[in-house]
């Protein structure tokens, strides 16, 4: 069962813009993760927030968890057509439970 | 350099015909999985492994086997391929040392018809 939720489905901005992308979950996590997925290609580990962290920064990324809300969002500032590609949040593994538990993206488009 | 390597990574295959996925890391990982990605549904797991000789299924187990006789490998092994087989698959792998980063591999693009 898919445990995150993003929001939107696709975006497409203007390069230099800002993009926020948000996720939901469904159950209580240890920690929740954002990929990346270029065209095709294999997922790439962007950051990780552990469930007692509000904020965490990573060059253009800041990623924010609201547990009360079950919701993070991804934001990406001064967007480059290279940050074109899908965005995934995942939850896991947490004990006993040895996966990652993906939503089904927000494929985000930078146009120039 | 850090790496999942996955092979092949194009297949076309018939109705089955017993075709073997490969996946390899070179970072001592103890942890390793296989996912299909399908549109609509998302990144699915299929089978994980803890460690050597340790195996178990994940979400979509059904028409799939696997085994881990080494660390670094962990082949996915199709028996009998049916159509709704077709996906992109993804191995992964993870280390203590890793925390919860899982690594993953470049994709199989895998059609059968």
């Known amino acids: 069962s898919q445990q995150g939720e993003e929001d939107p489905q696709a975006l497409s901005i203007q390069e230099g813009e800002n993009a926020t992308m948000n996720c939901s979950y469904k159950?209580?996590?240890?920690?929740l993760q954002w990929y990346r997925q270029n065209s095709g290609r294999g997922l790439v580990h962007l950051i990780l927030?552990?469930?007692?962290?509000r904020e965490k920064h990573s060059g253009r990324l800041r990623v924010t968890l609201d547990t009360s809300k079950k919701s993070s969002s991804l934001l990406i500032t001064a967007s480059r057509a290279a940050d074109t590609a899908s965005y995934f949040c995942?939850?896991?593994?947490?004990?006993?439970?040895?996966?990652?538990?993906f939503g089904q993206g927000t494929r985000l488009t930078i146009n120039p | 350099e850090a790496q999942v390597t996955q092979n092949p990574r194009y297949l076309i295959t018939v109705t089955g015909k017993k075709l073997t996925v490969t996946c390899s890391q070179n970072?001592?990982?103890?942890?390793m999985s296989w996912y299909r990605q399908d549109p609509g549904l998302g990144l699915r797991q299929i089978y994980y492994s803890m460690n050597v000789e340790v195996t178990d299924k994940g979400d979509v187990p059904e028409g799939y086997k696997v085994s881990r006789k080494e660390k670094r490998n962990f082949p996915l092994i199709l028996e009998s391929p049916s159509p709704n087989q077709t996906s992109l698959y993804f191995c992964a792998s993870r280390g203590t040392r890793s925390g919860n980063t899982i690594y993953f591999g470049e994709g199989s693009w895998l059609t059968v018809v």
């Open positions: 995942a939850t896991g593994p947490n004990q006993g439970a040895q996966k990652l538990v």
């Open positions: 927030i552990r469930s007692n962290e």
């Open positions: 970072m001592n990982h103890e942890y």
């Open positions: 159950t209580s996590i240890n920690n």
